[in-house]
């Protein structure tokens, strides 16, 4: 593999998100050679640190990857540290020259990838700074790449676009949604455009449904405070579950490009419904969790969890019906769930068929109902595979149908060898290929149809429903589906 170029500027380098996702994703690119003699790494924050006690807290922060100590070394010899408070302006110029030094003696070409691993209100001032200090350079490239939330709803992130736009064009933004580099939900084009089988079937006169759901099991642990200001909508919604909307709606793309395939994404997206507030309360449900039981355990309602307000009204649970006002998907219901504290964590989307047109065996069966519709389940989490269901013939006497499921998991071993999400996006973003991430115009397109949906929750003075923790959410998210004649394929 290609020893890439470049300096990583990370931002919030005493974080979270950098000890527990950006480090190791940086130790698995070196070990497999991606990056490995021309790269360099600073860690910024506020806090006084050195080089070398930055340097143990990335060995910490890699030791689940089991590397040998001579790994440890030559790996973490690439890591610097500059305390650095990102409103101080004269502060920027140490950081730039102390890119500018390690530029030369890693010999990176001038290429920089500033990532933000930040709050989201500090984007707009680091932006500026990076431009209006020099720290970009003029050879080479210089990528951005942020985190999500981006804005609290359409406005904001408009505003927010502006303050990164005025010094990174487009192109250079790399917008993250990790889902996007989990390797089951790139899968999701390969098992459509790869098959003619499905892609030929993929569409209003074939699918009767098409179902997403990103269950989680646990609750919100220590991010009250943070969640209760966001809730499930915005949290999941607006980012995660309609980009997995968009590339299954998505027309083929011409070519498998992130151009074109930017083109179509967006496109559906254009083409979801935006709800007028009555059609909100019809399409929209929304849930939060009560105390609850599953087996052995019980678990404490969201109201009681550290920083949740006592009379909170933020939702942990969201279902909702998006139509698609395109020819392909006219009349087709795109059914989506995601919340917290859900029997069980996984992400499933289940496409399923409409019946065949008449059931022949009607008379021979013991079973004269509909027969039981075709099904393909794409597993992303925390398996990764697929599954078709098929109807046979039960072995025996009359003529009585019986489903038979088809069935492909990846092993253990294929997924341990994957890629993680975050090491897959860095390297995108290395490589400039930006097909992974989230265009502003995919942003823009989300937060309108989510903001509609918010504004009408604002309004509502009736209490927010609830479900107990360890169940599949609210009764209001079974009847949306029950009141067009169908229900959730997925019940764990
Ligand atoms: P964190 O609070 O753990 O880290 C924030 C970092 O910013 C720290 O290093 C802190 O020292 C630094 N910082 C704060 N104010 C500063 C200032 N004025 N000058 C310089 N440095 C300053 O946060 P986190 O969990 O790592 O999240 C970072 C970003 O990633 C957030 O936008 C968050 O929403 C997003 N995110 C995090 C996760 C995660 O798993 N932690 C997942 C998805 C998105």
């Known amino acids: 593999s290609q020893d890439n170029k470049a300096l990583f500027i990370i931002f919030g380098g005493t974080g979270d998100l950098a000890k527990r996702k950006l480090y190791p994703s940086l130790f698995r690119l070196f070990r497999k050679g991606n990056i490995n003699k021309h790269f360099a790494v600073i860690g910024t924050a506020r806090r006084e640190w050195s080089d070398d006690y930055f340097r143990e807290i990335v060995a910490e922060s890699i030791e689940s990857l089991q590397p040998t100590q001579q790994e440890i070394t030559d790996f973490t010899s690439h890591f610097y540290y500059q305390a650095h408070n990102v409103n101080d302006t004269a502060e920027y110029q140490v950081l730039g020259d102390l890119a500018n030094r390690l530029d ?261 069966s013991n079973d004269p109902a509909d027969l039981p519709e075709n099904i393909l389940t794409i597993y992303i989490q925390p398996t990764e595979g697929f599954s078709l269901t098929l109807n046979g013939k039960e072995i025996g006497d009359g003529f009585n149908i019986d489903p038979v499921k088809l069935d492909y998991r990846h092993s253990q071993e294929n997924l341990d060898n994957s890629p993680e999400a975050y090491e897959k996006l860095i390297l995108d973003c290395l490589k400039g290929d930006a097909t992974n991430f989230t265009h502003w115009d995919e942003v823009a397109t989300s937060w309108k149809i989510v903001d509609i949906i918010r504004h009408t929750w604002d309004k509502e003075t009736t209490p927010i429903p609830t479900y107990p923790a360890g169940s599949m959410g609210p009764k209001c998210a079974f009847d949306l589906l029950e009141s067009d004649g169908h229900k959730w394929v997925w019940e764990p």
């Open 104 to 364: 030369e003696e890693y010999q990176l070409d001038g290429n920089r990838l500033f990532y933000l691993a930040m709050a989201p209100r500090f984007f707009g001032t680091i932006s500026k700074h990076i431009k209006s200090e020099k720290i970009m350079t003029e050879n080479g490239f210089s990528r951005l790449i942020i985190e999500k939330p981006f804005g609290t709803d359409y406005e904001t992130a408009e505003l927010l676009n502006n303050e990164i736009g005025a010094a990174f064009k487009e192109e250079q933004i790399f917008r993250i949604d990790h889902y996007l580099g989990k390797e089951m939900v790139q899968n999701i084009s390969a098992v459509r455009f790869g098959n003619n089988i499905f892609e030929s079937l993929w569409n209003h006169k074939y699918i009767e449904s098409v179902q997403i759901t990103l269950a989680e099991s646990l609750g919100v642990e220590e991010r009250g405070g943070y969640y209760d200001q966001s809730g499930a909508l915005k949290d999941m919604v607006q980012n995660h579950i309609l980009q997995v909307v968009s590339l299954l709606a998505m027309e083929p793309p011409t070519i498998f490009s992130e151009e074109a395939i930017r083109t179509e994404k967006i496109n559906a997206l254009k083409a979801v419904r935006v709800y007028d507030e009555k059609e909100v309360l019809h399409a929209v449900v929304r849930g939060q969790y009560a105390e609850g039981k599953l087996g052995d355990n019980s678990f404490a309602s969201y109201k009681d969890e550290p920083g949740v307000e006592e009379n909170s009204q933020t939702e942990t649970f969201v279902a909702a019906k998006f139509m698609i006002d395109n020819f392909r998907w006219a009349g087709v219901p795109f059914y989506v769930r995601t919340g917290k504290r859900l029997t069980e964590k996984g992400t499933r989307i289940n496409i399923v068929f409409k019946s065949t047109p008449i059931n022949v065996f009607r008379e021979a």
